[in-house]
């Protein structure tokens, strides 16, 4: 969807298309299913709930506005490129006010951390770190995380693990298997949003060097792996019934089922660019819609 040639475009419609709203379910949905949990256990806290959504918002815009700035620093956001305009390499916002927008970005996110932490402890020290400095160096620094194959792992680390577990430490202050269990969906989801971005740019990303696991294993293991993820979710699902850690209605997500299905057949049935970015959309959409669902089982 990249936005005619000459259009005039307002300072602040260039930052939205630097924040991507539609990858900001990715942040939504771990404190969705974390706080779920608090909720089932009797622990829900509401501050620090509204303060784990907030910083989760903020460390996914922080991502994105980076992500923007180094690709196109790295030469990795060429003409070619099938994706969603960059408003680096489309001149929208100037170097310096975007490394400004990063900056600010993530001192709120540093400010919202202050107060996890007096919440939460030293374990919500690690982990903000952590997911800023993850956040910086999946494009940034000497040794890029996702010019080397690793943001797949990375992704579902910190915007499925350690976002599950931490919006529901920070309220419960402590957590169990069973909830590391529920952030498995979350992060298999988060990640697929990205198989499907890294499959779109496979050529480009090729050719300018950037080895997105995309790249190393070619696009059709990347598609066998964005249905694998799919199935992990729901298997999960599935699982918590199963093993009676929650009632039939953990298998509300179920109600998903289509939308997945839709999604895989788009992957099979084209691999341009207009297309997959739709199925990005869509990606992000089941991300929200399946994790309402699983959020609601877990409260009823």
Request: proline share 6%; charged share 10%.
């Amino acid at each position: 969807m990249n936005i005619a040639q000459g259009s005039e475009i307002a300072p602040w419609q260039a930052w939205l298309i630097a924040i991507r709203p539609k990858t900001l379910p990715a942040a939504v949905s771990p404190v969705l299913v974390g706080t779920a949990q608090a909720v089932s256990d009797g622990l829900f806290a509401p501050l620090p709930a509204v303060a784990a959504l907030v910083g989760a918002l903020l460390v996914q815009i922080g991502a994105n506005l980076a992500n923007d700035y180094f690709d196109y620093v790295k030469g990795a956001d060429v003409p070619e490129r099938k994706g969603p305009q960059r408003v680096a390499q489309s001149g929208l916002i100037a170097l310096s006010r975007l490394r400004l927008g990063i900056a600010v970005t993530f001192a709120l996110t540093a400010l919202v951390g202050v107060y996890l932490i007096f919440v939460g402890g030293w374990p919500i020290l690690l982990v903000g770190l952590a997911s800023l400095l993850s956040s910086l160096a999946y494009t940034g620094g000497p040794f890029p995380i996702g010019y080397h194959g690793l943001g797949d792992l990375f992704v579902f680390l910190f915007f499925g693990v350690a976002a599950v577990c931490g919006s529901y430490y920070v309220q419960a202050l402590s957590i169990s298997p069973m909830l590391v269990a529920a952030s498995i969906p979350v992060g298999s989801l988060t990640v697929a949003i990205l198989v499907i971005n890294n499959l779109r740019d496979i050529e480009t990303d090729r050719q300018t060097g950037k080895r997105t696991l995309a790249v190393m294993i070619g696009p059709e293991a990347t598609r066998l792996e964005y249905v694998l993820l799919l199935v992990s979710a729901y298997a999960v699902s599935l699982l918590f019934w199963l093993t009676g850690w929650s009632s039939a209605w953990a298998l509300l997500p179920w109600l998903s089922l289509p939308l997945a299905v839709r999604l895989v057949h788009t992957i099979y049935q084209s691999a341009e660019g207009p297309s997959l970015n739709r199925t990005l959309a869509g990606t992000a959409n089941l991300d929200l819609v399946f994790c309402i669902l699983f959020a609601t089982g877990l409260v009823l």
